[in-house]
């Protein structure tokens, strides 16, 4: 259009158009029942998210409660939080492949290799606890270079890559350690991580410094978007987020704070492997929902190609997640060690993978790639370890563990393709 010439007829149609829609978007007032017709909208589009795994959750908690009297114990409630640490931990590195479209059968096993090097370094070479800690995040980093160098530049499928890792890495502690051997984990701050407790006021003040945090940080955005016509959630509904966490963080800390030992000997306080996991969680949140590694890490696991052509580094974005999977599963191995008290070279193998790519699934990440939080590996990885904590006081035997936690994987599993239909059916 030449300047000074009129706008034509069409020209001037569509500008109203999409200011209209531009504007109705941007400074519509949203309220609560607006946010919940939202929220049941992907519902039924097949976004389930980890609705599912919490309302399991619920289910499993009343059903053990009623069954024994002693499943809500603290005492009982703390050897939960304990078990399911290393798990989680684990299950949060596994989420950073599954996002891609990708599996890593190796990091339970890479978990143990790396802390048996840990452990090793530590009592046969006098290294100091958190020398030996970086040593084994670097041997885990090392791991997962090397994977996803086989898999994003040779093409490998990261199935077949981790399975002949899985089966090479369990010789690492055998070699080491020796068959039947074993190494002692002595050292007072990587045993602490499960015996030990955070002292009493310490553990309130880190409980309301994160309450604080999330409500001040949910009020500014609210406040920020709001103020310059963005999408944002209505005032009432941060609220109520802001309730909920509060009481969640302060009911567990309440709980673990409740001396659940003898009088003349207590034990009271939140045991340290809840902080480890809880600063990793929050971490891994803010990487994926607030960096560009984030973003494009989920863009490459929606559409490859297309993330290729809008210039990610595809490549790029594979090796580090592989890389960051294999240091996740450095840190699960040493809390499982820091839990068993030793280092064998059965360590991380077993059922340790399956049960982590579970809690991942059952969390509510989905197997073909492109969506999955952090927190979903927390809440699968408490939805794991309370199946087995709570068959243990019941004195099931072993093979109803298995039948119930394979059960729920594949009801998991079932969700998330049936979500995944819904939302192509949907066009999502």
Same mark, same amino acid.
């Given at each position: ?80 939080? /304990? ?16 996002? #891609? ?40 980093? #090392? ?66 410094? /994160? ?91 929606? =559409? ?8 990610? =580094?595809?490549?790029? /974005? ?32 077993? =059922? ?36 087995? =904590? ?39």
């Amino acid at each position: 259009m030449t300047v000074g010439s009129e706008p034509t007829a069409s020209t001037t149609s569509s500008k109203e158009h999409a200011e209209s829609d531009f504007s109705a978007d941007s400074h519509r007032a949203v309220t609560l029942r607006d946010s919940a017709q939202d929220y049941l909208n992907r519902l039924r589009g097949g976004d389930m998210g980890s609705l599912p795994a919490i309302f399991g959750l619920v289910v499993l908690f009343v059903v053990f409660s009623l069954a024994h009297d002693r499943f809500l114990s603290t005492i009982n409630m703390a050897n939960l939080v /304990i078990q399911a640490g290393s798990i989680c931990v684990l299950a949060m590195g596994l989420v950073l492949v599954l996002l #891609l479209g990708e599996i890593d059968l190796s990091a339970g096993v890479a978990g143990g290799a790396a802390a048996s090097i840990t452990g090793l370094v530590m009592v046969d070479h006098g290294y100091s606890w958190w020398l030996a800690t970086i040593i084994g995040l670097l041997v885990g980093a #090392l791991i997962g270079l090397v994977i996803g160098l086989l898999v994003s530049e040779l093409g490998i499928p990261s199935f077949v890559v981790t399975l002949a890792f899985f089966l090479a890495l369990q010789a690492i502690p055998l070699k080491l350690i020796g068959s039947g051997g074993s190494i002692r984990i002595n050292d007072e701050v990587i045993r602490g991580l499960s015996i030990k407790n955070v002292p009493v006021a310490a553990g309130w003040i880190g409980a309301l410094a /994160i309450v604080v945090l999330f409500a001040a940080l949910a009020l500014w955005r609210y406040r920020s978007r709001s103020s310059r016509g963005l999408a944002h959630s209505p005032l009432p509904l941060v609220g109520i987020q802001i309730v909920v966490l509060a009481i969640i963080v302060l009911g567990v800390t309440a709980l673990l704070n409740t001396n659940r030992g003898r009088p003349t000997f207590p034990i009271e306080g939140i045991p340290w492997v809840l902080p480890v996991v809880a600063v990793l969680l929050i971490f891994w949140t803010f990487i994926l929902d607030r960096t560009r590694f984030g973003r494009h890490l989920y863009a490459v696991g929606g =559409n490859a190609e297309a993330a290729r052509r809008a210039g990610i =580094n595809v490549r790029r /974005i594979k090796i580090t997640a592989f890389v960051m999977c294999s240091m996740m599963a450095a840190i699960s191995g040493i809390l499982s060690a820091s839990y068993a008290g030793k280092v064998s070279p059965g360590s991380g193998g077993g =059922n340790v993978l399956l049960y982590a790519v579970g809690a991942a699934v059952i969390g509510g990440t989905s197997l073909f790639g492109g969506r999955g939080r952090a927190i979903d590996a927390v809440i699968g990885g408490v939805v794991i370890a309370t199946i087995s =904590n709570g068959l243990g006081l019941l004195n099931q035997a072993s093979y109803i563990n298995y039948l119930v936690t394979g059960g729920v994987l594949l009801l998991a599993a079932s969700v998330d393709a049936i979500s995944r239909r819904r939302r192509s059916a949907a066009g999502v």
